[in-house]
């Protein structure tokens, strides 16, 4: 009788300290891990000038920790929060916040979803994958030509609706962006301590399988923003991307992912502030169409290798006449499964301005370790 009645208490004190359904959190601590990447890399281009091909003395660097903390707020939201500490190097770098915004999941109209706070715009593919993501250790040229080395990663409010198309899954998102990304490669940085600038996004997404074991996605984005804060000069981005992935077993799986990025825009004067001139030396405005590209296959096999190539091309947000091509090779193993990771490349860059061409070797070596939560990465 004494232990029923201890039974009795403990159930009635649990069912009083629990909160309703569908008003209290789901868990009380966020879900958190840490992922850190190192490098070891060479290349032969720091002598050029010289008249010297030679690589360099391999150094050994770090290149970021993060530290993510995820959770679900309540039945209708949920929260990420995204710190990184930024490499080259350990002593005199401060953690900052990469990411940190909160989803609405449910309870809008129209099933709406919404998202608002400092975020990776879905803009393209690759964009909204941070780069312990990729199978491949650089970025890639377009992306870092046109969007930055950050990528297009601003505050902003974002708004999501599946569209009705049957078994076709089709979502369209709309961003409205503060505007400061743009000055990473985008455009001119802005100094004028004026009022923000807006910038505007969206993509409309398909994905659909292909086959019993095959899904492909398609997606078309725009990107629209002032680019020179002081003459007040817009540009305009469009980028088509897909992605194939084929997996006949849990052991093996071939990608297949590209994106085609096409800038307009009108400009008096390039990044650096440099006029543009016409034949006879006077000052002129232009209309500007320059593009990039980049292709990539990655083969997994035995579930913890994974070999693969990358091209790139791209040309300059400012100008044609600047190009770089490059081709890369990769190599992956991840002992066990993801959460240790090493990672070879070599990639040979192209380079061609009005001042001259060049070519560059790459080799790197990458190691990478996830601690704590290593949640499956999206499609």
Not at 331 to 350: A, D, N
Request: hydrophobic share 35%; with cysteine.
């Amino acid at each position: 009788m004494l232990y029923r009645a201890r039974l009795i208490v403990l159930l009635g004190l649990t069912l009083c300290l629990s909160p309703p359904p569908g008003r209290g959190q789901l868990t009380l601590n966020p879900d958190i891990s840490v992922i850190s990447r190192f490098l070891l890399s060479t290349e032969d281009g720091s002598r050029l000038e010289e008249g010297v091909r030679q690589f360099s003395q391999v150094d050994f660097a770090f290149q970021e920790l993060e530290i993510a903390l995820q959770g679900y707020l309540n039945p209708y939201a949920r929260a990420d929060l995204f710190l990184t500490l930024p490499g080259p190097e350990l002593e005199g770098s401060s953690l900052g916040v990469e990411e940190v915004y909160a989803s609405l999941l449910r309870g809008l109209p129209l099933d709406l979803t919404a998202r608002f706070g400092k975020y990776r715009a879905e803009f393209g593919k690759i964009n909204r994958q941070h780069p312990h993501m990729w199978p491949f250790i650089t970025q890639p040229l377009s992306q870092e030509h046109f969007l930055g080395e950050e990528g297009l990663n601003d505050l902003g409010i974002s708004l999501s609706i599946l569209l009705p198309t049957g078994d076709l899954y089709t979502s369209l998102t709309a961003d409205i962006l503060r505007g400061g990304s743009i000055g990473e490669a985008t455009g001119i940085e802005d100094t004028t301590d004026g009022a923000p600038l807006y910038a505007n996004s969206a993509r409309l997404m398909a994905f659909f399988p292909v086959g019993d074991d095959a899904d492909l996605e398609l997606g078309l984005s725009g990107y629209t923003g002032i680019h020179d804060p002081y003459e007040r000069d817009r540009f305009w981005y469009a980028n088509l991307d897909f992605k194939y992935k084929y997996r006949p077993s849990t052991y093996t799986a071939l990608t297949v992912q590209g994106e085609y990025l096409l800038n307009w825009r009108t400009a008096s004067k390039d990044r650096e502030f440099t006029p543009f001139l016409n034949p006879a030396g006077e000052a002129e405005r232009r209309s500007i169409t320059s593009s990039g590209l980049y292709l990539y296959l990655d083969y997994q096999f035995l579930r913890i290798f994974s070999v693969g190539g990358r091209y790139d091309w791209s040309q300059a947000p400012y100008s044609t006449e600047d190009r770089a091509e490059a081709g890369t090779l990769f190599f992956t193993y991840f002992p066990v499964e993801e959460s240790l990771g090493i990672r070879l490349q070599y990639q040979h860059t192209r380079t061609e301005s009005p001042d001259g061409r060049r070519g560059v070797n790459f080799i790197g070596l990458q190691l990478l370790f996830s601690l704590g939560v290593h949640k499956a990465h999206p499609f």
